[in-house]
């Protein structure tokens, strides 16, 4: 497995791991995740706006291990290292989630 890191205007915001650079960038250009960096918050501002440049870069090796040890300790018993796995870097808020609490 190869580890690779999002930056959004040169800024490093989450990093995962792939078996190789292709399907990390297949992972990266999906819209389903560019969609996700919209909707996800830190600071009290959408991760991505669509405008600032979005890259894929190796992960350094720093940004790696907080990967491996984000995964060691999740808690989904049925997630295999084939599974996604993105580890965001900075704090971040998922706007949807918003809500949901208040019916539990």
Do not use: C, Q
Request: hydrophobic residues 40%.
């Amino acid at each position: 497995m190869d580890y690779f890191t999002v930056e959004i205007a040169g800024r490093a915001v989450a990093s995962f791991r792939s078996k190789n650079a292709e399907e990390a960038t297949h992972f990266f250009e999906a819209e389903d995740f560019r969609d996700d960096l919209t909707i996800l918050e830190s600071e009290g501002k959408p991760l991505w706006d669509r405008k600032a440049a979005l890259s894929l870069r190796k992960a350094t090796a720093e940004e790696a291990s907080e990967v491996e040890h984000a995964y060691k300790f999740d808690d989904d018993p049925e997630r295999t290292i084939d599974d996604e796995f993105v580890v965001f870097l900075v704090p971040v808020e998922d706007l949807t989630d918003e809500g949901e609490d208040a019916e539990d």
